[in-house]
């Protein structure tokens, strides 16, 4: 594992995320953006599902803020990836970093069980919380 890790922390990416000047800010810029869109948009609509939030229709609320949604999370992703190459083996052994991972995997496992069993309020409390967790964990790892 870890001759694959080293292999993806020189990678051409990697190497020009360390050494392009303005590279690694850029993507941590769209990084940030994409979860404003992701969580911003998962607020709306877990709000809006708990009741919390007048307004317009559930279902109409959900066809809008799902491809946002979707945008924001393919944002962070790919972001998120690339960042990952410029310390590889660093991140792979980060307790943080493999908890927000196992969080992510979890709100994704959320949606899926959302999905099926269309029981709003737990899974709206659970995606909230566990978002949250995974964003805290993210900003952490950049002090560790």
């Given at each position: 594992m870890d001759a694959l890790l080293l292999g993806v922390q020189q990678s051409e990416l990697a190497q020009a995320m360390r050494?392009?000047?303005?590279?690694?800010?850029?993507?941590?810029?769209?990084?940030?953006?994409g979860i404003a869109l992701l969580f911003g948009s998962l607020v709306t609509?877990?709000?809006?599902?708990?009741g919390v939030l007048r307004g317009p229709d559930a279902v109409?609320?959900?066809?809008?803020?799902?491809?946002?949604?979707?945008?924001?999370?393919?944002?962070?992703?790919?972001s998120g990836?690339?960042?990952?190459?410029?310390?590889a083996v660093k991140y792979a052994g980060s307790g943080l970093?493999?908890?927000k991972?196992?969080?992510?995997?979890?709100?994704?496992?959320?949606?899926?069980?959302l999905k099926r069993k269309r029981a709003?309020?737990?899974?709206a409390l659970v995606s909230l919380s566990v978002w949250t967790a995974a964003i805290i964990c993210g900003r952490l790892i950049g002090y560790s």
């Open positions: 050494q392009a000047r303005w590279l690694y800010p850029a993507v941590n810029t769209v990084h940030i953006f609509l877990h709000l809006r599902s708990l109409q609320l959900e066809r809008l803020v799902k491809p946002v949604a979707a945008t924001g999370f393919v944002l962070a992703a790919g990836a690339a960042m990952f190459t410029t310390d970093f493999l908890t991972m196992a969080l992510i995997a979890a709100a994704l496992l959320n949606v899926a069980w709003a309020t737990p899974a």
